[in-house]
């Protein structure tokens, strides 16, 4: 049976640290779902449950947050009609002149 002894937070997620049998473990949970699997998300047999708390520690560190590629598209399409209306006034200007 697994006992929640310790639980580690920050801002890209958390992860909650067991005693399981004669041993300990840890979960990982980020709050932004990951584009993969990790393999490390879920690992146990560690002698102390400080061991699983620096090793929970250090894989909740090497999260890293993909960008939201939506945002991505908006910024550069919000760039592209900039750049198409000042084409089309300086083309306006051209005209009229």
Known sequence: MRML???LNNELGYA???AEGESFGYEL???RPRPMADLFERMSGYTSSDAAFEAA???LASVHQTP???KKRRSKSAKQMKLM???VES???ALSE
């Open 85 to 87: 209306k000042r084409a």
């Open 29 to 31: 949970t980020t709050y």
């Open 57 to 59: 520690q250090q894989q």
């Open 68 to 70: 939201d590629r939506k």
């Open 16 to 18: 909650r640290i067991f």
């Open 91 to 93: 083309h306006s200007r």
């Open 5 to 7: 002894i310790d639980l």
